[in-house]
């Protein structure tokens, strides 16, 4: 039986470098494995990711989406993308954390809005729809197959999903990123950029408002700043508790994700039970809220 090549080895096989390399691992994600790789001419990023089926994750369209954005100017150059690994260009960014979205929402609701409406002219191939109430629905379906330990709880998180769901405006259809963590916006000194595009489709507007809403941890008020800079215009008593109710649903699939995860996924260092139980929390703080706000009005 042949013995299987390190993630070191697997780099260095690849017909991409000019000299000598160095490779360092690029801590941060829970789902792949990262290196920064630094040859003779410049550093590049390598994501090593294959096809999650369970989580909708399939590394053609993530490549298709990448060469996108990096033509509409959002994301680094893609040089590579085969055979379960990704290699970008390094550009040596900050990346963004909670407090740096909180200090710059304007212009994190900017960079959302132009993503939304340019990438529509740059992607390409069959389109991919993201809407997180399937999403949800079939994390729900994957979890009793697999007999997680939380299938005595689907009904009731199916229960939540569908609240929310009603709680929804309709909106444009646009491209959205879906996975809008603080850590995927990274900021070079002179603009920003966004990374990793594993769940990127057509959707509306809001799960991207309320994801970097909810990852963020904006308050009320703050979320308001960023609609309003997003939509040009402050929002409605309408708008608001949509964006409240996706934000719910934004933990709840993350929660339902971390379930799936545990059954299907093996990072080194990362706790999916741990995972899962800090956005249940996450969940229930928000639903709280959700109902005591705008519970009882119609």
Request: net charge negative; aromatic share 12%.
């Amino acid at each position: 039986m042949p013995q299987t090549q390190t993630s070191e080895a697997r780099i260095a096989a690849l017909p991409l470098w000019h000299g000598n390399i160095r490779i360092s691992m690029l801590k941060g994600g829970i789902s792949n494995e990262s290196y920064v790789v630094e040859d003779d001419t410049r550093k590049y990023v390598v994501r090593f990711g294959k096809d999650y089926p369970f989580h909708h994750v399939f590394r053609d369209r993530e490549a298709m989406t990448a060469k996108a954005a990096h033509r509409a100017g959002f994301a680094p150059e893609l040089f590579h993308a085969q055979d379960g690994i990704m290699v970008s260009a390094f550009l040596g960014a900050k990346t963004y954390d909670s407090q740096d979205v909180r200090t710059n929402i304007v212009g994190v609701a900017e960079l959302i809005r132009r993503f939304h409406t340019a990438m529509p002219e740059h992607v390409t191939g069959p389109g991919f729809m993201f809407w997180v109430f399937h999403v949800i629905r079939d994390y729900a379906r994957t979890l009793k197959d697999g007999r997680s330990r939380m299938a005595g709880h689907l009904d009731g998180y199916l229960a939540i999903a569908t609240e929310m769901e009603a709680a929804q405006m309709p909106l444009p259809i646009i491209f959205s990123h879906n996975d809008l963590l603080p850590a995927n916006i990274l900021d070079d000194g002179k603009r920003l950029w966004l990374i990793d595009f594993e769940y990127a489709g057509f959707s509306t507007a809001m799960f991207d408002l309320a994801g970097i809403a909810s990852n963020a941890g904006l308050s009320d008020d703050e979320s308001d700043v960023l609609l309003t800079a997003y939509f040009e215009a402050a929002p409605d008593y309408t708008l608001k508790r949509a964006h409240a109710a996706m934000q719910c649903a934004s933990l709840l699939r993350e929660a339902m994700w971390a379930m799936v995860s545990e059954l299907y996924l093996n990072a080194p260092g990362v706790d999916y039970v741990a995972y899962t139980h800090e956005n249940l929390e996450r969940l229930d703080q928000a639903l709280d809220r959700f109902r005591t706000t705008y519970g009882n009005r119609s």
